[in-house]
């Protein structure tokens, strides 16, 4: 059973404060509620232990009408107020154990993206889901019930769940509040539309997918591409500058892939950003040699459009071959309206560095979640000193628009950060503490598990 204890900090005025959770193995954090005072967290815990979150804790007696987990992880989404205190706690999940992908917030609207190990989903009004390890979305409402809800399984996949891949790897709203997922398959998945076959027979060979559901949970367009070997995507990232309802997918093709659309003569290699219109046509691709891994990205109101990961390979740029570290550096990339590659900035250390994510200020400044081990660099100028630990940590990054370097924040080992930018300017940190971290506020320490 994990480690009991919790803790709660709060800053002398109120305005930053910290919480720690025990028991939970994956937290995801969204961005402030239609209130402009609460802060929705989902993620997944241990379900042999009761979770503490923000002074409420789920109790397995009274997990119903959810089903309750028999071993593994069940998820769970809360509501916390001013200073971190919960208002609302829910856990739900299937006999198996089960993962969150993503959590997304559009007004009073939830979306959850998940996959479970064992058989269907129970989000509350009944079962969702076909297959074994099947990959789930939903749609909650200001109270955390359920709206509508997606499994990707097909009718005839039972014949491949020894070998099938369903994964939804991410979800996000648009600013029109369709919600937009992407994630792997194979051989077989069903986006709403009906069976569609992939290359391949699962987790060697996977093909991606993309799709746009209207807020009724209704499809509004669907669109996979792959081929033989296996596919990666990381990320869907919506125009929420411009409102345009263009969307950036990013990931990684092994081989150059035809990208379905009506732009199908578009091919991707290796590194793969591609960008939908709001029918869910291919109307722009970029893709660069060495195989970097686009990890993050965000519009800017001017259309222009920032682009962050990490390559561990020489990748050529405008003509110009970088040479990465011996353990792989991070990359933050800047294109233009017309989708020209105008700026590009390189993070090294000792250790592997990668960007996770970017987001921009309404001052014009970018920040940036860092992930680095030893003294980091950008492009070749000092920024933040070696802790002499020899351990990855994180640190929060703020460039002003021209790529100055202006302040960092280290914090410390954090396992699967997340940043989202507030609607007051401040960012909601998130993820899985490691060992002790500091803020400005002072220091956290987690339980023996990690919290």
Same mark, same amino acid.
């Given at each position: ?51 503490? /979150? ?213 091919? &991707? ?9 709001? &029918? ?14 686009? /990890?993050?990205?965000?519009?800017? &109101? ?23 570290? &011996? ?32 987001? /921009? ?91």
């Amino acid at each position: 059973m994990a480690e009991q204890a919790t803790a709660s900090v709060t800053s002398a005025d109120g305005a930053h404060w910290a919480l720690l959770a025990n028991a939970a193995t994956e937290l995801r954090a969204a961005s402030i509620g239609a209130d402009a005072e609460s802060v929705w967290v989902a993620g997944t815990f241990d379900c042999d232990d009761v979770l503490e /979150l923000g002074g409420l804790y789920t109790r397995r007696d009274l997990k119903i009408p959810c089903r309750v987990g028999t071993y593994g992880n069940d998820l769970f989404v809360a509501e916390l107020g001013p200073a971190g205190r919960a208002r609302l706690i829910t856990s739900f999940g299937s006999t198996g154990s089960d993962q969150l992908s993503a959590l997304s917030l559009h007004g009073e609207r939830l979306g959850l993206a998940m996959t479970s190990s064992d058989g269907p989903l129970d989000i509350g009004g009944g079962s969702t889901g076909l297959v074994d390890g099947d990959a789930f979305v939903a749609v909650l409402g200001s109270c955390a019930e359920r709206t509508w809800a997606r499994g990707y399984g097909t009718a005839s996949a039972a014949s491949d769940s020894s070998t099938g891949v369903r994964r939804v790897v991410d979800a996000r709203f648009s600013a029109q509040g369709d919600l937009l997922t992407t994630g792997e398959f194979g051989p077989s998945i069903d986006l709403g539309g009906g069976r569609v076959e992939g290359h391949g027979f699962g987790f060697s060979e996977v093909d991606t997918f993309v799709a746009s559901y209207a807020s009724d949970g209704r499809l509004n367009w669907g669109r996979t591409w792959g081929n033989e070997q296996r596919q990666q995507v990381h990320a869907v990232i919506p125009d929420l500058a411009t409102a345009s309802g263009e969307a950036v997918v990013l990931g990684i093709s092994t081989e150059p892939v035809a990208l379905v659309g009506q732009n199908e003569g578009l091919a &991707a290699a290796h590194a793969l950003a591609v960008e939908l219109d709001t &029918a869910g046509d291919v109307v722009w691709a970029w893709s660069a040699d060495g195989r970097p891994w686009l /990890l993050a990205g965000e519009y800017a &109101a001017d259309g222009s459009l920032f682009l962050a990961g990490a390559f561990d390979l020489p990748i050529t740029l405008d003509g110009v071959v970088i040479d990465p570290g &011996a353990v792989g550096d991070g990359l933050l990339l800047s294109f233009d309206a017309a989708r020209k590659l105008t700026r590009r900035w390189v993070f090294a250390a000792a250790g592997p560095v990668s960007v996770d994510q970017v987001h /921009l200020l309404a001052n014009g400044d970018v920040a940036l979640l860092v992930t680095f081990a030893g003294a980091l660099t950008l492009d070749g100028t000092p920024l933040v000193a070696d802790d002499g630990s020899g351990n990855p940590t994180s640190a929060l990054l703020r460039l002003t628009s021209s790529g100055q370097f202006v302040a960092a924040e280290v914090f410390g080992p954090i396992e699967s950060p997340k940043a989202e930018l507030l609607h007051g300017g401040d960012l909601l940190l998130s993820g899985k503490l490691l060992a002790r971290a500091r803020f400005e506020f002072g220091t956290l320490d987690p339980s023996p598990e990690g919290s």
